[in-house]
């Protein structure tokens, strides 16, 4: 995997864009992409259910640098939850392997403390608005071009 200044090199090169997919993994996955040059611009909201068919287009557009996704809740039974949480993330890490691009996980206690409560008007579905806020908590710190 990448490390954060090969990813920004490689971001600059193409012109200082970084591509960012932020994933809230579960049954229903939240996903928000994002054109990051100084601050995260997000480009498009999705919520995915677990059928292959919505998440072809993501396989098959593998252009990202980053990749934040929420860590799993390892507390409690196993229930049916989390059992959708666990399949939705190994095809997160399947993309991410594929794709090249560096996965870095967010805790939920990240995510609480360090996102935003509110969500841009354009960022609709409860699962699309936790990954937002998993999105602007992972990139706190993170470069995004010279």
Request: net charge positive; with cysteine; charged share 25%.
């Amino acid at each position: 995997m990448p490390d954060m200044q090969t990813i920004t090199e490689r971001a600059i090169g193409r012109g200082g864009q970084m591509i960012v997919y932020s994933f809230d993994p579960g049954g229903t996955t939240g996903l928000v992409m994002a054109d990051c040059e100084q601050e995260p611009y997000i480009v498009s909201s999705k919520e995915l259910s677990l059928k292959p068919d919505d998440w072809g287009f993501i396989i098959d557009n593998p252009r990202v640098d980053l990749i934040l996704m929420e860590t799993m809740v390892s507390t409690g039974y196993m229930t049916k939850g989390k059992i959708q949480q666990i399949k939705a993330i190994a095809l997160i890490e399947l993309f991410s392997h594929l794709s090249g691009a560096k996965l870095v996980q967010v805790t939920p206690e990240k995510r609480k403390k360090l996102g935003p409560k509110e969500t841009p008007r354009h960022v609709t579905g409860q699962h699309a608005k936790d990954a937002y806020r998993i999105l602007i908590a992972g990139m706190r710190g993170v470069r995004c071009s010279k």
